[in-house]
T-cell receptor
Framework: GAVVSQHPSWVICKSGTSVKIECRSLDFQATTMFWYRQFPKQSLMLMATSNEGSKATYEQGVEKDKFLINHASLTLSTLTVTSAHPEDSSFYIC??????????FGSGTRLTVV | GENVEQHPSTLSVQEGDSAVIKCTYSDSASNYFPWYKQELGKRPQLIIDIRSNVGEKKDQRIAVTLNKTAKHFSLHITETQPEDSAVYFCAASILLNDMRFGAGTRLTVKP
């Protein structure tokens, strides 16, 4: 149980375009979703925390107008990278809090901006 | 906010030896400390976790110890095998809120 499905697993986009990443909780209600970014050979850095029906809370240094997070339902949270640039190329991964258990991660999205 | 430090950044051991990875945290309110194993391009996999009301937890070849006073926790892997080679991350959170990760340790187990 407690599975988060993340799509797409990889995406290549042109500089200046936007990319949407989806995370769906399949068998539980994800009231809170955490979004992380991981550059090669580095750790997972928390970008933002989203609660269903509320505005996301962004970490210091993360541009909220560039990384749009929507958590409109208990089973779906999305991250949109707007006007992507090569420096946004990274591994993006979501994580949902599961009451009484801990956290469950999506499978991650490898974004390459060319 | 919480700051998690992890050492060493790389660790190479001979198959069958033990491996120890150490982490410290800054926020005394943190009460959940998971350890993750991550293979290249994959999601982190939880291997063991410990809560602040417990000092030690063991699961077969893996154990975690927690010293709340000193604010540090450690991962111990005994009888290491080549398939244990991966990047390991420690993390800390308060009441399952935003989780902060350590910088990671690349473990190599040489056959």
């Amino acid at each position: 149980g407690a599975v988060v499905s993340q799509h797409p697993s990889w995406v290549i986009c042109k500089s200046g375009t936007s990319v949407k990443i989806e995370c769906r909780s399949l068998d539980f209600q994800a009231t809170t979703m955490f979004w992380y970014r991981q550059f090669p050979k580095q750790s997972l850095m928390l970008m933002a925390t989203s609660n269903e029906g509320s505005k996301a809370t962004y970490e210091q240094g993360v541009e909220k107008d560039k990384f749009l997070i929507n958590h409109a339902s208990l089973t779906l949270s999305t991250l949109t990278v707007t006007s992507a640039h090569p420096e946004d190329s990274s591994f993006y991964i979501c994580s949902a809090r599961v009451q009484g258990y801990g956290y469950t991660f999506g499978s991650g999205t490898r974004l390459t901006v060319v | 906010g919480e700051n998690v430090e992890q050492h060493p950044s790389t660790l190479s051991v001979q198959e069958g030896d033990s491996a120890v990875i150490k982490c410290t945290y800054s926020d005394s309110a943190s009460n959940y400390f998971p350890w993750y194993k991550q293979e290249l391009g994959k999601r982190p996999q939880l291997i063991i976790d410990i809560r602040s009301n417990v000092g030690e937890k063991k699961d077969q070849r893996i154990a975690v110890t927690l010293n709340k006073t000193a604010k540090h926790f450690s991962l111990h892997i005994t009888e290491t095998q080549p398939e244990d080679s991966a990047v390991y991350f420690c993390a800390a959170s308060i009441l399952l809120n935003d989780m902060r990760f350590g910088a990671g340790t690349r473990l190599t187990v040489k056959p």
